[in-house]
């Protein structure tokens, strides 16, 4: 602003003078101007994607300041967890980080190309929106934008590519001059409208009648009327400016209102989706509900059948315990039966042979029959105390823990038995003597004997 009023001043101090160089200190005060207007190129986040642009704006803008300007968007974090805003956070770090690395390279090639140069970086959601607000804090006057990619451009190129720099040509301030290069070829070029400058050429062309300049410096006094114009010229450049912040306050007011109504418009979905999702969940809540209830329900019903099936199986248990019972005892009571009746039968035998022997007139020698079984003997043993008896009825006399006599209940002095052969063999010569008939009953009754059915 300072070296735009200085300007007006020394332009206005030519005129007042009418000298004949007043053209020749015009040019050269607007040379000194444009040369010492800082130039500012705007990068991209890409490695060295801008490095076309900034060799081009060095090599043909002829300027001797240069500023690298890098607008950032800054990472949102719209959901809640610590573990993610940490994630968020160091992502947002490490592009930053990037970031001023790649402007420390671009102001290295400034460095080699022997120019002074500097850098500004600013954070803002919108790249194109940053890039304004730039031109209009910093009264930028001079820019350089790339027109596209490097990796976008061809011979037939003539118009812009890139939506970004559209949107800076459309709506940067008429006092931002904007050259649009694409891989070291201008594309496009938006001049910069000066209504000072303009102003203050037709002022000096009108100088050149030196008669009317007369008449005008009589009317009025030269110096005031110098300092009038200059007023007037600064006036002019505030209400443009005011008038360009006004509009660029306006859009941005209206982009506000633009993300205010897509975030309204996001709310509203994001809480009828909320909605939904709590609709499902609680039918997915009374599913499963119902599910448990009916789950419960068979679980009561299965411990009621299994309480049922134990209490039969008990009761089972306990029949088939009675009637183990019965069968044991049944089975008793036919061995006691099975022994009565052989002792019937035994002694039905005994009896009629008994009427045999009677009926046929035949005596059986005493000592024939064992003293224990009142039978024939077959195998007869002498004992220790003298007497003859059957082997097998003395041995299970004696098996059975007797130590004494079965005749004269006294001790025994020793349990050995010797075989009486004589006593054999007079019992089998009296059986062959004996008849046929005396012979099977005896047979029979040894049979019975001996407990054999």
């Known amino acids: 602003m300072k070296l735009e009023i200085q300007e007006k001043v020394k332009m206005a101090g030519s005129t007042r003078d009418g000298g004949s160089n007043d053209g020749e200190s015009m040019e050269i005060s607007k040379r000194e101007t444009v040369m010492d207007e800082k130039i500012y190129v705007a990068v991209t986040k890409r490695d060295l994607e801008s490095k076309s642009s900034l060799v081009w704006a060095i090599q043909n803008t002829g300027g001797r300041q240069f500023c ?11 959901v809640p967890g610590a573990r993610f805003h940490e994630q968020k956070l160091r992502r947002y770090r490490k592009k930053k ?16 190309m022997q120019v002074s140069a500097e850098k500004m970086y600013i954070e803002m959601d919108s790249i194109e929106e940053g890039i304004l607000q730039l031109i209009s804090q ?24 890139s939506k970004k720099a559209i949107y800076i040509r459309r709506e940067a301030p008429d006092t931002c001059h904007i050259w649009f290069p694409c891989n070291g070829y201008l594309i496009f070029t938006r001049e910069a409208r000066r209504r000072e400058t303009l102003y203050l050429e037709g002022t000096s062309s009108s100088s050149l009648s030196q008669s009317k300049i007369t008449k005008r410096a009589e009317s009025f006094p030269s110096s005031s ?10 006036a002019l450049v505030e209400a443009e400016r005011a008038k360009r912040e006004t509009l660029f306050e306006a859009s941005k ?15 509203k979905d994001s809480e009828n989706r909320y909605l939904n999702e709590l609709k499902l969940r609680k039918a997915k809540e009374k599913a499963l509900k119902e599910a448990r209830e009916e789950l419960e329900k068979m679980r009561s019903e299965s411990e009621t059948r299994t309480d049922e099936f134990n209490m039969v199986i008990r009761e089972l248990q306990v029949d088939y315990s009675v009637l183990m019972e019965v069968l044991r005892r049944v089975r008793d ?20 042979g008994e009427e045999v022997f009677r009926s046929k007139d035949i005596e059986l020698p005493q000592y024939f029959l064992c003293p224990i079984t009142q039978d024939v003997m077959e ?27 079965p005749m004269t209940n006294k001790r025994l002095p020793h349990t050995s038995l010797v075989p009486n052969l004589s006593l054999r063999s007079a019992i089998q010569e009296w059986l062959q003597e004996a008849p046929e008939s005396l012979n099977q009953i005896f047979c029979l009754l040894k049979i019975e004997s001996k407990g054999v059915p």
């Open 68 to 78: 690298i300007v890098y607008v950032h968007q800054p990472i949102h974090i719209s």
């Open 97 to 112: 980080k990037k970031a001023l690395n790649n402007l420390d390279k671009y102001l290295h090639i400034c460095r080699q």
């Open 138 to 161: 910093h009264g930028i006057k001079k820019l350089v934008m790339g027109a596209a990619a490097d990796r976008h451009y061809s011979m037939k190129m003539r118009d812009l590519r």
């Open 225 to 234: 009327m110098a300092k009038a114009d200059v007023r007037i010229q600064v």
């Open 253 to 267: 007011r209206e982009e506000a209102e633009k993300s205010a109504i897509d975030a309204i418009k996001r709310a």
């Open 333 to 352: 009571e036919r061995e006691e039966l099975k022994i009565e009746l052989s002792k019937v039968s035994k002694l039905k035998s005994k009896r009629e």
């Open 379 to 405: 195998d007869p043993q002498v004992a220790a105390d003298g007497f003859t008896y059957e082997g097998e009825a003395i041995r299970c006399w004696l098996d059975t823990g007797h130590e004494t006599s």
